[in-house]
């Protein structure tokens, strides 16, 4: 297979990611290497073009984790290759094993196959004594009826290798087991995920309550060498998708310093080498950090943009810095703080949408985007990707930020009718955009 040169390759295409990299890299920098699926799926190789970084697109196996090391084998080292990143969640095992392969920093391959698996985080985390809800693996409904009648009638139910908080569902004592199980079971992104990629496995778990935080983590040779805290908030209901973020999240002292020594004891229950880390937690009495889950890769929900609002400078450069084994210039604290609201709609067909370029001329508000428009079908939203929308905001302080946010989500309204006949698909695409 003949490779072109390139300084960094990505397993899995992110448009969202090469964007970013067309602002940090020369031209025909970045290697995109995607499952041969995928690529004629989502026209891969027409939609990557306008990048200018982009050197390539070739069909790998990015997917198959189990065959991740004789993938990796069989890749000619591109000339020039500095640095190899996940593109997709799907990519971080085939990433860890090209790094490895071709003597660079990385996750580390046994890392990367427990942050891709959370059944294997949660035995991992347990190794070391790191809080977290109690759990158990699930393979039918009646997994999930036993563990919910032995946890006071509350349970939550998940895959353990999905994204984007597809098929997360908070059950309660009233809550149909079986349908739960079906909805679950067959949550898929057939535009993402290969058909051949490694099966669907399921967890449940205790229902903890508490402020959730997410803390992203740049790791070097083991060692984290910079961390940010970012504060979450969750649509209520059965579906805990992410309404909100804001960096720096607004903690005590004592319990930020909580969440850094858990996320350094996560580090090391791992094993993680070189890269970042999105370690997602609840705050259980206020105080105590209990693992959600953690990811190998940035993070989503344009997080990473707040991170650089609020911080100065790029985490995804620092990151390539660290991943070419160079020591990057790292912010001591935040001289600012930023906020990302999503919309919400009622279900229906759309009539109009009104207010954004209102919302858009609030001082502190830097992005409206907006992914309804007439005719469109909001529905329910049960996973990141249904999400009809979303604000940036900034501020001196993570209140005036959220609260930036807040106004301008509130200056926008989506209005519907029940007629949903003709409506076409809305929301904020297939994910990776």
Request: hydrophobic residues 45%.
């Amino acid at each position: 297979m003949k490779v072109p040169d390139a300084r960094v390759v990505m397993a899995g295409y992110s448009a969202g990611l090469l964007s970013d990299l067309d602002g940090l890299l020369p031209p025909r920098s970045v290697l995109v290497l995607e499952e041969p699926e995928i690529i004629r799926v989502r026209r891969v190789h027409e939609r990557a073009a306008d990048f200018a970084c982009l050197a390539g697109v070739l069909p790998a196996a990015t997917q198959d984790e189990d065959g991740a090391v004789p993938m990796a084998a069989g890749m000619p080292r591109p000339e020039g290759v500095r640095a190899v990143i996940p593109g997709v969640e799907y990519g971080v095992v085939a990433a860890a094993a090209l790094a490895a392969e071709w003597g660079l920093p990385g996750a580390g391959l046994p890392a990367a196959r427990i942050l891709r698996d959370k059944l294997a985080l949660r035995d991992a985390a347990a190794a070391a004594d790191i809080p977290q809800p109690a759990w158990r693996p699930a393979y039918g409904a009646g997994d999930v009826a036993a563990f919910r009648a032995a946890h006071g009638g509350a349970c939550v139910l998940k895959p353990a290798n999905r994204q984007a908080s597809l098929g997360v569902q908070l059950l309660g004592p009233d809550d149909d087991i079986g349908a739960a199980w079906a909805r679950t079971a067959t949550a898929d992104e057939p535009t993402l995920r290969a058909a051949h990629a490694i099966p669907g496995r399921y967890l449940v778990e205790q229902r903890l309550t508490g402020p959730e935080v997410s803390v992203e983590t740049l790791v070097r040779e083991g060692v984290p060498v910079f961390f940010n805290i970012t504060a979450k908030s969750v649509q209520p209901g059965r579906h805990p998708v992410e309404l909100g973020h804001v960096v720096p999240a607004d903690l005590p002292s004592q319990t930020g310093d909580a969440l850094h020594a858990a996320m350094s004891s996560l580090i090391k229950a791992t094993g993680f080498e070189c890269g970042i880390l999105h370690g997602e937690w609840i705050l259980v009495d206020g105080v105590s950090p209990h693992l959600v889950e953690c990811a190998g890769r940035g993070p989503g929900d344009s997080i990473d943009t707040l991170i650089d609002l609020a911080h100065g400078g790029s985490l995804l450069e620092r990151m390539l810095t660290l991943l070419q084994g160079e020591t990057p210039a790292l912010p001591q604290a935040p001289v600012r703080a930023a906020a990302i609201r999503f919309l919400t709609a009622p279900h229906g067909r759309v009539r109009e949408v009104t207010g954004t370029e209102r919302a858009a001329e609030l001082p502190g508000v830097l992005e409206v985007r907006v992914a309804v428009a007439k005719d469109g079908n909001v529905a329910a939203v049960t996973n990141s990707w249904e999400r009809p929308g979303h604000v940036v905001a900034t501020g001196a302080t993570a209140q005036e930020a959220a609260e930036t946010a807040e106004r301008a989500v509130a200056a926008i309204a989506v209005t519907v009718t029940d007629d949903v006949e003709g409506a076409t698909d809305a929301g904020t695409g297939d994910g990776a955009e």
